[in-house]
């Protein structure tokens, strides 16, 4: 017999004869007979066993039990299988679970849970974390592909940092010391020149930063997007803009019920406001007696500034536009209009940076020029300004972090909690 | 006026005007006028201009064309835009350009050409390799997830090899010692375990292997997938062989020019054959004299048999069936049928092989007892048996080299043409 899923039980017939596969969720032991819940990949249903069946089954072991749907009023969703053939596919070994997962309440904490990710990950409400960041990235990569987008897999194994290069891990390769790419960046824009035009990659970045905080990871996922023959840096925001709106729907429509475990209930999207740098700076001053550092926002500043938009504008959501030079890496596009400015933006979603973006330089000897001006050897870029000699479009691009963004989302705590696996300081295991 | 692609030309009427944004592809002076072909995205056009606008043009400058459509039955299908208006977008600082690449053929060594990347990659033909990688990698998402999977991504740094130890490439991680991951295959394990079911991921992969050969790269792209419930290894094979068949459905039918480009006629697939790697080897002594080491095949007998499938089967995939215990790792379900062999598998393509899987053990005691059979110390996998403590399924999986299945398809003579920008013992820019 076929393994049928949880989720489509209710769709058949009572008397119907199903073979469910899942782990053992609960077990409620009532003299006669036992109610079990089993646990698959949709969802959670009761089967109702004799004492023989119910025989030495403990939680969490995966089990495989043949029955008969029936209808019952009592049950959760009104369903219930009676079982009448157990197997035991894969047995129990623990004295006693490292937590109780099926309580809807984990009481253990984050590390812990993490320590144990294999388990923590069975309780739904974990779980539906997951689920819905699969669906962010799957949105991603659909809103983008109708774009005329190309996905890209560019080498993680760089011989350069993108940055000049601070915080980058070092890979011993061979006989060489190469690094872990900090972001796609210059095979992004490299792809663009190549004749892809737009391109976008959604993997893994390295940061070597010396931070433990609820808000980095050292290894995390990278929406990256990088698009060519744009008239500015407003083009791109425009583009993101239209990928979260995509995004929200596309959430709403397709993870509802993960949405409702998390208690989350998306808010309809509003147009994004994009702010100058300096003008955020003022009105921290002014509206919250707030000192900025110079030529940035620091943690507590984005708080303020998104409650403050929050309440003016009714976004989550704030583009800073107009970056000064100084903080902004050396292939970033000077903005003519405002002196000392770039082409540049960050966005702030709930206090949070979950992106930094802007035009790129595409001339060559701009390029060349504005990398000698950050006193980098222009030599160790070579094969970046290469590319930039056989005629290159007007392009710029944007990063969105997978977890930031799920977090926010979802208004969780940590970081972590967004990671399936994460990885920071002090943490390389599981 | 927004900017028009190559292919989207045709549809429009005789007299529409258009704007066209690309690259100078070639240029034919012709006195008083000239031809520019123009290269975008998708395609190449013919455009008329006169001595005035064809001004300064250069090979591969980034150029935008405003100009009027018209019919030309000699121009290159037919269609050609009477240019009135060109703007130059992005200059080009070259002397001599690194090779041609508008003449269909490119006249440089591979090493020239991946040296000059972004270049070799405009030439169509090179392009369309890459094309038809995106649609290869599409294809096998697409295909996973109406069969229930769930794609994921998992940390690359990791703190153990899942073979135990040769062969990886190691980073230098805050105070520790990581390395990278040669395959996701622990956790992908672990996430069938945790309630996922059917797990997959399109990830890189690292080997530190001491081989530069034609079919050897030290970081690729791994096509993943792990499946919880399986009866038996040939479940797996059954997947593998459908999404092979929906693949080159799917390319047949979205890459039909790319194909043609690269001179492919896929063929109608035809059920795999599946035989133990004894009869391959017993075959291979019989019919070419050809003695293979213990319990393997070596390349010159994947060729040698691929050759003898093709002919007896009509198939260019073979999988190689019940692999011995001791040529796969501690996690390989023994198979009892047959005393010493595991339920494992390799596919064969077109003499190469692509894809590596089988069965795991899921039972706690069985994997403890054989990963001490191997002379590992359990306690430094304590990770990863934990998972098999709680309720593991019967489960197992198999991975496919991207750039190996690409190159296959395509007959590449070597795997770097089938890498965008590939990573070997002596390359690591750009």
Redesign the interface.
């Known amino acids: 017999m076929k393994?049928i899923?949880v989720k489509d039980v209710a769709a058949l017939a009572d008397g119907s004869e199903v073979e469910l596969?899942g782990?053992?969720h609960k077990i409620y032991d009532l003299g006669k007979i036992s109610f079990v819940r089993l646990?698959?990949?949709y969802g959670v249903i009761q089967v109702v066993l004799d004492k023989e069946h119910r025989g030495k089954l403990r939680l969490?072991?995966?089990i495989?039990v043949t029955g008969i749907k029936a209808s019952n009023p009592k049950a959760p969703n009104g369903i219930e299988v009676q079982g009448n053939k157990v197997e035991i596919?894969?047995?129990?070994?623990?004295d006693i679970?490292p937590f109780e997962i099926n309580s809807g309440k984990i009481e253990a904490t984050l590390e812990t849970q993490l320590d144990?990710?294999?388990?923590s990950?069975?309780a739904p409400k974990i779980?539906s974390v997951?689920?819905i960041q699969?669906k962010i990235?799957?949105a991603f990569k659909e809103y983008l592909k109708k774009e005329?987008f190309?996905?890209?897999?560019?080498?993680?194994?760089?011989?350069e940092g993108t940055e000049g290069g601070s915080e980058l891990?070092?890979?011993?390769?061979?006989d060489?010391r190469?690094f872990?790419a900090q972001s796609p960046q210059?095979?992004k824009q490299?792809?663009v020149?190549?004749?892809?035009?737009?391109v976008f990659e959604?993997?893994?970045a390295?940061r070597?930063e010396l931070h433990n905080t609820y808000r980095h990871l050292?290894?995390y996922?990278s929406l990256d997007v990088e698009m060519g023959?744009i008239e500015d840096e407003f083009e791109l925001m425009d583009l993101e803009e239209g990928f979260l709106n995509y995004l929200f729907d596309y959430l709403k429509k397709e993870c509802a019920e993960e949405l409702k475990l998390q208690g989350v209930d998306l808010p309809g999207m509003v147009e994004i406001p994009r702010i100058p740098l300096a003008d955020a700076q003022d009105i921290l001053l002014k509206e919250y007696g707030k000192r900025s550092p110079k030529g940035n926002i620091d943690a507590e500043g984005e708080k303020l500034f998104s409650q403050y938009v929050k309440e003016k504008y009714d976004s989550d959501f704030v583009f800073l536009t107009k970056y000064p030079v100084s903080k902004r890496p050396m292939y970033t596009m000077p903005d003519d209009e405002l002196e000392g400015t770039t082409k540049s933006f960050d966005l702030i979603y709930k206090g949070l940076e979950i992106t930094t973006g802007g035009q790129r330089i595409?001339?060559?000897?701009m390029l060349v020029n504005n990398i000698a001006k950050f006193g980098i050897k222009t030599e160790d870029f070579a094969?970046?300004t290469?590319?930039?000699?056989?005629?290159?479009?007007?392009h710029g691009g944007f990063a969105i972090g997978?977890e930031r963004l799920t977090m926010k989302i979802l208004n969780l705590d940590n970081i972590r909690e967004a990671a399936?696996?994460p990885?920071d300081?002090k943490r390389?295991?599981?």
């Open positions: 393994k899923y596969k782990w053992v646990r698959d990949k969490e072991m995966c495989s596919l894969g047995k129990a070994y623990y679970l144990h990710r294999a388990i990950l069975r779980m997951f689920k699969e990235a799957f005329h190309t996905e890209i897999y560019t080498p993680k194994i760089v011989a891990f070092t890979v011993n390769y061979f060489h190469a872990l210059f095979y490299m792809m020149g190549a004749g892809f035009e737009r959604v993997g893994h390295y070597a050292n290894e996922v023959f595409h001339d060559y000897e094969f970046y290469e590319n930039f000699k056989y005629g290159m479009p007007p997978l399936l696996l990885r300081m390389i295991t599981p």
